[in-house]
C-alpha cells in the first residue's frame, strides 16, 4: 500500500498498487470517536467485557470463545478473525480477577457475536487511547513505542509448530543436562504440549458429532451425539433436561441439538483430576491460576502483561483444570517454561546460558542444513593486532564467494520494553539488535585490514576457518535473536530514528530463530536460501517498507526482490494481509543440494544455465555462486529481452552487432550485470583470449559505476552445438580508488 500514487514511482514484480484513502476504513474500523473520547470507550467496553461472564455461565462462554479462535488459527489465516487472540486471553483475565458466581444460564449465539465484536472494540479502543499527543523531537520514538504496544498485543506466534518445539526441546536438553535433571524440564513441555494437543483433537470430535447432526435423517439418530453432549458437560444435561421434548418436528429437534452443542465446548478444554497423572497434575498446578486470584490487579495491565501468558490454566474449584488457550504452549514457549523452573539466582542463570547454548546451535545446525555445499563454522575466535583482544563470532558460512556472518543473541526483550518504556526499549534494542551489527562489522573490518595475516579458528575443534581473501568476497551479516518485535525489529528505519544508528552506520538485519527455521523451510535449495539472504541484506536500499519477516518473504517468492523505479525508499510500503504464501503448509526438502529457485522468474535459457553452472565445473566453481546469483538479480522483462537476443543470434540473425548488450540491475553501491558476448564460430579459440576480451567488455560496461560491479559474461557463439552457453566469466569488479583485497564493504 502507498499514498500519492503519482509522486512515488516504483514496480514491483508481481505487485499492483492500490490506494486507500484511510487504513481504517480499509479494515472496517471507522467510527466517530473524537480522540479525547478513546478512554470513556475503553472503559465503556471493558464494563461489557465483564458482565458477559456475570450473566451467562463463564466457562460455556470461555469454551466456545476459544473453539471460534483455534479453528481460525489453524492453517493459513486470512483477514482479520471473529474472535481475535488477545479478546480469548482476556475472558480468562477477567475470569481470574473477578470469580463470577457460576450461573447455569447458557450464552446464546447473540451472546457470542455481541461479546466478539464488543472484544474488537475494546482492543481498538485501547491501542487508540495509548495514541500520543503532542508533536515533536519525540516523534519517531512514539510512533515505535506505540507499535511495540500493538505488536505486544496482537502478535503470538513467533515461531511455526516445529521451530518452536525444536527450540524448547534444545533448550530443555542442555538445561537439564546442566542441572542432572533435576527439573525434568524437556518431559514437562513434552508432556504440556501432548495435553493441549488434545484440545483439537477433542475439538474434531465434538465437530464431528456436530456434522452427525447436520446429516441426521431421524430423531433417533440425533439422540446419539445429544447423549455425547449432556455426558460430556453439566450444563447441557440440566438444560436439557429442562426441555418439554414432547410435541417437537425433527427440524426442531435438530435445530435444539445443534443448539446444545453450542453451549457444550466446555469439556474440550477441561482436564480432570482423575485422568492426570501425578506429575501432570503438579506441573498444571504450577501453571494454573484460581478464580479471583488476580482481584487485585487492574484489568488494563492485562493487555500488556497477561498473566495468562505464563499460566494459561484455571484451577476450578472442584479441582480440575482449565484453559481457554490451547495455543499457549506455542504461542508463549518460553514464559511457559520459565514458569515451570524455580525463580532463584543459580536455576534462571543456568536457564539463561541454555538459551544462548541452544541459539547458536540451532542457527549452525540451520545454516548446515539449508546450505549443505558451505562450510560451516561456530564460535570463531580471532585476535585483534592492534588492541591484542580476542573477540568472537557465532557463525561463519562460506559458501563460494559468500560469506555469511550470523550473530546469535538470546536475551529477553524486557518487558517494560513491550509495553513502550522508552528507556528499556531502547536498551532492549541496542543490546539485542544494534550490538550484533557492531560485532559482525568488527569482524569484516579485520578481514579488510588483514586480507593475508588474518587468522580465525574454531573454538571447540581449534580448527582453521579456511576463508581465501586473495579475491574480493561478498559479505553478509545478520543478527539473530531468540524473540523478536515482527515488523519493529525487521529494518532498521526505527533504529536510525531514536538515535541507535544513524544513515552512515553498517547494518545487519535481525531475524528471529523462528524466521530463519521459516526461510528454511519456504526456500528448501540452498541456491535460493543464499540467494534470499544475499538481497535480504540490501533490500534497504531499494525500498523503505513497514512489515514483517513474513511479509518480505512472501514478495521474495513473488518476484525475488525485483524493485524498479526512481526514488524507490522516498514512500514507505505498508504490507497488508500480504503474507498469505508463507501460511501455507509446506514439507520441506531433505537435500538442499539443488537449484530449483523459488521466486525468481529465470527464463527458459537462464534455467538451464543456471542448472549446468550449478552442475559444476573446475574451470567456474569457485566462482558458482557469484554466477547464479548475478543471473538472478535481474529483471524478468531484460532477462527476457536477453535470452531473445541470443535465440535470434544462434539461429543466424542479429546482425553485426555482436557484444555489448547487457542488463543492469543496482542496488545502493553493488550492480548486478549479464553482459552477452556473441561471437562466430572461428573467433577466440584461445580460452585465455577470450577471457581477455570478457574482462575489457566488463571493465568497458563498469567503469562510469563507482561501487562494487558483480559482471557476468555468456559467450555465445553463431550456430553453436551447445545449447547452452559456449562460455561463462565472472569479474568482481572493484572501483578504481578501492585499496581493498579481502571482503568488500
Avoid at 510512533?143 to 518452536?164: G, I, M, P
Wanted: charged share 25%; with cysteine.
Amino acid at each position: 500500500m502507498t499514498k500519492d500514487k503519482d509522486s512515488f514511482q516504483a514496480y514491483l514484480h508481481g505487485y499492483d498498487f492500490k490506494e486507500f484513502d484511510d487504513i481504517e476504513e480499509h479494515y472496517g474500523l471507522t467510527e466517530e470517536i473524537e480522540p479525547s473520547d478513546w478512554t470513556k470507550e475503553f472503559e465503556k467496553q471493558c464494563d461489557l467485557f465483564h458482565l458477559v461472564l456475570t450473566l451467562r455461565d463463564p466457562y460455556s462462554v470461555l469454551a466456545r470463545s476459544a473453539s471460534q479462535s483455534l479453528v481460525e488459527n489453524t492453517g493459513s489465516k486470512t483477514g482479520v478473525p471473529v474472535v481475535q487472540l488477545p479478546t480469548v486471553e482476556l475472558l480468562q483475565a477477567s475470569l481470574l480477577m473477578n470469580d463470577p458466581t457460576r450461573t447455569r444460564v447458557a450464552p446464546s449465539p447473540g451472546t457470542f457475536v455481541r461479546l466478539w465484536k464488543n472484544g474488537d472494540r475494546m482492543l481498538r479502543a485501547f491501542v487508540k487511547k495509548q495514541t500520543a499527543g503532542s508533536a515533536g523531537d519525540e516523534d519517531v520514538f512514539r510512533e515505535l513505542a506505540h507499535r511495540s504496544k500493538v505488536q505486544t498485543l496482537h502478535y503470538r506466534f513467533n515461531f511455526d509448530r516445529a521451530a518452536c518445539l525444536l527450540m524448547v526441546s534444545k533448550i530443555a536438553s542442555i538445561f537439564d543436562e546442566k542441572t542432572k535433571n533435576a527439573h525434568r524440564l524437556k518431559v514437562k513441555y513434552g508432556a504440556l504440549v501432548q495435553l493441549l494437543d488434545q484440545c483439537g483433537e477433542r475439538l474434531s470430535e465434538h465437530y464431528q458429532h456436530v456434522d452427525d447432526i447436520q446429516k441426521a435423517k431421524s430423531k433417533e439418530q440425533v439422540e446419539n451425539s445429544i447423549a455425547f453432549f449432556i455426558d460430556k458437560c453439566s450444563l447441557a444435561d440440566h438444560l436439557w433436561a429442562k426441555l418439554d421434548k414432547t410435541n417437537i418436528s425433527f427440524e426442531i429437534y435438530q435445530y435444539l441439538a445443534f443448539q446444545l452443542a453450542e453451549i457444550a465446548h466446555e469439556w474440550i478444554y477441561t482436564f480432570k483430576q482423575e485422568d492426570l497423572s501425578e506429575e501432570e497434575r503438579e506441573m498444571l498446578s504450577v501453571l494454573s491460576l484460581k478464580p479471583g486470584e488476580l482481584s487485585e490487579c487492574k484489568f488494563e495491565y492485562m493487555f500488556m502483561n497477561n498473566p495468562t501468558w505464563s499460566k494459561p490454566f484455571v484451577e476450578t474449584p472442584c479441582g480440575n483444570y482449565f484453559t481457554a488457550i490451547p495455543q499457549a504452549a506455542i504461542a508463549f514457549p518460553f514464559s511457559i517454561i520459565q514458569s515451570l523452573l524455580p525463580d532463584d539466582k543459580v536455576t534462571q542463570e543456568l536457564f539463561s546460558a541454555s538459551r544462548s547454548e541452544a541459539l547458536e546451535e540451532i542457527v549452525f545446525e540451520t545454516i548446515k542444513e539449508a546450505m549443505p555445499s558451505a562450510d560451516v563454522y561456530s564460535s570463531v575466535l580471532w585476535k585483534d593486532p592492534d588492541s591484542g583482544v580476542t573477540f568472537e563470532n557465532d557463525v561463519i558460512a562460506i559458501l563460494g564467494n559468500q560469506l555469511f556472518v550470523f550473530e546469535a543473541k538470546s536475551g529477553k526483550i524486557a518487558e517494560a520494553a513491550k509495553r513502550g518504556a522508552k528507556k528499556s526499549l531502547k536498551l532492549s534494542l541496542d543490546t539485542l539488535f544494534v550490538e550484533p551489527a557492531r560485532q559482525s562489522e568488527r569482524l569484516q573490518r579485520y578481514l579488510n585490514r588483514n586480507p593475508k595475516n588474518a587468522h580465525l579458528v574454531e573454538k571447540k575443534t581449534g580448527k582453521e576457518v579456511r576463508v581465501d581473501l586473495s579475491k574480493p568476497k561478498a559479505v553478509y551479516r545478520f543478527g539473530i535473536t531468540m524473540e523478536s518485535l515482527a515488523s519493529l525489529t525487521a529494518g532498521r528505519r526505527y533504529f536510525e530514528g531514536i538515535g541507535l544508528i544513524d544513515a552512515a552506520t553498517p547494518w545487519a538485519p535481525s531475524l528471529s530463530i523462528g524466521e530463519l527455521r521459516m526461510l528454511s523451510k519456504y526456500l528448501d535449495s540452498e541456491v535460493s536460501f543464499g540467494h534470499y539472504l544475499s538481497r535480504r541484506y540490501s533490500i534497504e536500499e531499494l525500498i523503505s517498507f513497514i512489515g514483517d519477516e513474513q511479509d518480505l518473504l512472501s514478495m521474495y517468492l513473488t518476484n525475488g526482490f525485483c524493485v524498479l523505479g526512481d526514488d524507490t525508499k522516498e514512500k514507505a510500503l505498508m504490507f497488508l494481509d500480504s503474507d498469505a504464501m508463507v501460511r501455507t503448509n509446506k514439507v520441506p526438502r531433505q537435500d538442499r543440494s539443488n537449484v530449483d529457485i523459488a521466486g525468481v522468474h529465470l527464463p527458459p535459457r537462464w534455467k538451464r544455465i543456471a542448472e549446468e553452472v550449478y552442475a559444476g565445473h573446475p574451470s567456474i566453481d569457485r566462482h558458482k555462486f557469484d554466477i547464479l546469483f548475478t543471473l538472478m538479480n535481474q529483471p524478468p522483462p531484460s532477462s527476457i529481452y536477453l535470452q531473445k537476443r541470443v535465440s535470434r543470434w544462434r539461429s543466424g540473425a542479429g546482425g553485426k552487432q555482436k557484444t555489448g548488450e547487457h542488463s543492469k540491475y543496482v542496488i545502493g553501491k553493488r550492480q548486478y550485470i549479464v553482459l552477452l558476448n556473441l561471437i562466430s564460430e572461428n573467433e577466440f579459440h584461445d580460452p585465455e583470449s577470450l577471457t581477455h576480451h570478457c574482462r575489457a567488455m566488463a571493465l568497458h560496461v563498469c567503469e562510469d559505476f563507482h561501487g562494487t560491479s558483480d559482471c557476468l559474461v555468456l559467450t555465445f557463439a553463431k550456430r553453436s552445438r551447445s545449447q547452452n552457453y559456449d562460455g561463462v566469466s565472472f569479474f568482481r569488479l572493484l572501483p578504481p580508488s578501492s585499496s581493498i583485497r579481502g571482503p568488500i564493504i
